[in-house]
């Protein structure tokens, strides 16, 4: 319980920005864009691999340095 406290011991411009979903939801558009575009499954591997490949693109971005979520002012 305390751990989902700790957002209160950020500055309050970045508590702010923590408290958007709007991460989340632009993940759930990358995702259902590319399930639009593949078509129908043919099983759920591949909608797995399909997952993967997303989740796992946004990761490289992450960890190659893309500002994907600031804490500056504005």
């Known amino acids: 319980m305390s751990e989902s406290l700790t957002v209160f011991s950020l500055p309050a411009g970045h508590r702010r920005r923590m408290w958007t979903s709007n991460m989340l939801e632009r993940l759930k558009e ?3 864009r590319r399930t639009l575009t593949a078509g129908p499954f043919t099983n759920e591997a591949s909608a797995l691999r399909l ?3 997303v989740l796992m693109e946004i990761s490289e971005d992450w960890e190659t340095g893309r500002k994907c979520l600031t804490m500056g002012p504005g």
Request: no cysteine; aromatic share 16%; charged share 35%.
């Open 51 to 53: 997952f993967s490949a």
């Open 30 to 32: 990358e995702i259902d």
